[in-house]
């Protein structure tokens, strides 16, 4: 499963980056690469939500590993 943590992490970082950039520049990587809201940007906009839905489950991960090792 650490993989897809892995994979999870990364696709928020790149969300994170994107959303930088449209805050900063008013410029939306997704949108310029695959249209603005077209049927696959929206699946991309989706599985980087999701993602970041699945990365909350770290924060409980996170606290009980850092339990154990006291």
Known sequence: MKWFDNTALTLVI????N???VGIFRFDVVAF???NLSWF???VYAIVGLCGLYLIS???RISSTSGMES
């Open 14 to 17: 790149v969300g994170a980056v």
């Open 19 to 21: 959303w930088l950039l």
């Open 33 to 35: 690469l695959f249209g």
């Open 41 to 43: 940007s929206r699946i």
């Open 58 to 60: 770290l924060y409980g």
